[in-house]
């Protein structure tokens, strides 16, 4: 059995926008595609400055958050891929997080 591969010319991120439920990009083939911020745990629970800190990575093949650690692939999201994170690496991510914020409010 054959099996023939296509290429795929992946779209650069032109902008994004993160809201409190989506993550939404325009692409630069005239796209803008949307998914679920649950996809995104990190973002999910990122404040919305830590959200609107992000930069391009790859040519805008890609976007980082820098706040938060995240960074997420166009390819990644027109295949409909969540995030990779294990749930054990987000508990501790997580942990973390809560424990850094409650040692500042004090």
């Keep these: 059995m054959t099996i ?4 795929i010319d992946v779209p ?22 949307s998914v679920p911020l649950a996809w995104y745990p990190r973002l999910l629970h990122a404040a919305t400055q ?12 890609g976007i980082h958050w820098e706040d938060i650690d995240e960074d997420i692939s166009v390819e990644g999201l027109l295949a409909g891929r969540p995030s990779g994170e294990s749930q054990g690496s987000f508990r501790k991510w997580l942990s ?3 424990s850094g914020l ?3 409010s004090s």
């Design 96 to 98: 973390q997080r809560q």
């Design 4 to 7: 023939s591969t296509v290429e």
């Design 50 to 61: 830590e959200r609107n800190n992000w930069r391009l990575i790859g040519n805008g093949q």
């Design 12 to 33: 650069n991120v032109q902008d994004i926008t993160v809201t409190d439920d989506t993550l939404s990009l325009d692409l630069s083939d005239g796209r803008t595609i």
């Design 102 to 104: 409650t040692s500042h």
